[in-house]
């Protein structure tokens, strides 16, 4: 799926990808990138043990402090370069949200069927901003299934946004979140704008 940089030829997009704690959110961007992401990962202590659970992610050793920043150009189906800007996810680094988003175009929320609650502020979030958003579930090995119905439920959120299983360490399948996310929001878009014209 990746092609090589044609900027001047490209519409160039911010998106965000966010979620909760150990969702894969650093992982997704480094698998899809073209160029070496941007990282601010630190090493987890026992100091943040208190504020930082790692129920259910006991093996995560790493936590992105500030965001993660990845860029990715496709030639189709359209000529695009996205900007990826990836959050935080402790409720610590919640306020940062805000500047991250900030002139996107949508949003990623990444989920993990093991704990699907951390990730229901980010959808939050993003809906209370009326900004188009995907829900993309990275499917660890040895999750619990969940169909996708059910998780629409949990996350309460309208029919019409996207639900979709992933997996955040493959570059296809990120791609295809990606392009999902897109059409998702330039239909959103597209039909805010006849609203505006009625």
Request: charged share 20%.
């Amino acid at each position: 799926m990746k092609q090589s940089p044609q900027l001047a030829e490209r519409t160039t997009v911010k998106l965000v990808i966010a979620g909760g704690f150990g969702v894969g959110k650093t992982t997704a961007i480094g698998s899809i990138s073209d160029i070496a992401p941007l990282r601010t990962e630190e090493r987890l202590t026992t100091q943040s043990a208190a504020t930082d659970s790692l129920h259910g992610i006991e093996e995560k050793t790493t936590t992105t402090v500030a965001f993660d920043f990845g860029r990715v150009g496709w030639d189709v189906p359209e000529p695009l370069e996205l900007y990826l800007f990836g959050t935080p996810g402790q409720p610590r680094f919640w306020s940062f949200w805000h500047t991250l988003a900030e002139g996107a175009f949508g949003a990623v929320v990444l989920a993990d069927t093991r704990r699907l609650a951390s990730s229901f502020p980010a959808a939050d979030f993003f809906e209370q901003l009326g900004m188009p958003f995907v829900i993309a579930i990275n499917q660890f090995p040895g999750a619990a299934p969940r169909s996708l119905n059910e998780i629409r439920e949990a996350f309460d959120v309208d029919a019409e946004v996207p639900l979709m299983f992933c997996d955040a360490r493959n570059a296809d399948s990120m791609a295809s979140v990606l392009l999902t996310l897109v059409q998702h929001a330039v239909e959103s878009a597209s039909a805010n704008s006849a609203l505006l014209d009625a």
